[in-house]
């Protein structure tokens, strides 16, 4: 079982770059998100997808885009790295949150330094 | 709006005693709750879930939790802990009915296990 997978696992990127963590599942879930972790906090929801062709913000979308193409994958890309998106990334997916509180399983995390 | 409080940012206990890690919430509608864990560099593991059934609700690993609507409660407990029950402990509350929002996480609660 595989689950949810996500990479990199770790990266370290420059001011200014660009990249795409990649996020994929082989649950068949409708629901898809993407996380960030600060150091000390709980997670906050960056992006979220209810279907294939379906995105919508979160909390702290600001410096991200998603897209979702297929029901099983959903990248987020960041366009111009910032100091202040160093941080742990988490991919997660679930059936339906709609569906009286279905499990969201998550991936392993991504820890992203910008320097 | 949904809201979690998780009143201690950090608990240390020995081994073989109790464990209560506190978490209150605030929630418009009938909430579903979560316990995860999260142990050092890993992802996100689901301990229990509350979902408008039984109020005591036993999870993985010998926890539980009691959801007290009359005091938006829902602690987490274990009679006895374990070294490997050392991680953060995440609070997290989701509130189907008011849209396609996803979960809203506590800060945290470190748990130590003292030998």
């Known amino acids: 079982n595989a689950g949810v997978t996500q990479t990199p696992k770790f990266r370290i990127l420059k001011i200014g770059q660009s990249m795409t963590l990649q996020c994929t599942q082989d649950?068949?879930?409708?629901?898809m998100y993407w996380y960030r972790q600060d150091p000390g906090m709980g997670l906050k929801l960056i992006y979220y997808?209810?279907?294939?062709?379906?995105?919508d913000k979160g909390e702290v979308p600001n410096g991200y885009n998603v897209s979702r193409s297929t029901t099983e994958d959903f990248p987020l890309r960041l366009e111009l790295a910032a100091p202040s998106q160093t941080s742990v990334y988490f991919c997660?997916?679930?059936?339906?949150?709609?569906?009286?509180?279905?499990?969201?399983?998550f991936g392993e995390g991504s820890w992203l330094t910008v320097v | 709006a949904q809201s979690v409080t998780q009143l201690d940012s950090h608990v240390s206990v020995s081994e073989g005693t109790p464990v209560l890690l506190r978490c209150n919430y605030s929630s418009s509608y009938s909430p579903s709750l979560f316990w995860y864990v999260q142990h050092p560099n890993k992802g996100l593991q689901l301990l229990l879930k509350?979902?408008?059934?039984?109020?005591l609700v036993k999870g993985i690993n010998g926890f539980e939790a009691e959801f007290k609507k009359s005091e938006t409660s829902f602690h987490l407990t274990k009679p006895s802990a374990h070294m490997s029950d050392a991680a953060e402990y995440f609070c997290v509350v989701s509130d189907p009915d008011t849209g396609r929002r996803a979960l809203t996480f506590g800060s945290g609660t470190r748990l130590q296990v003292q030998p």
């Open positions: 997660a997916s679930s059936y339906s949150i709609r569906e009286g509180g279905n499990t969201i399983y």
């Open positions: 649950m068949n879930h409708n629901y």
């Open positions: 997808s209810v279907g294939a062709g379906i995105t």
């Open positions: 509350y979902t408008s059934a039984a109020t």
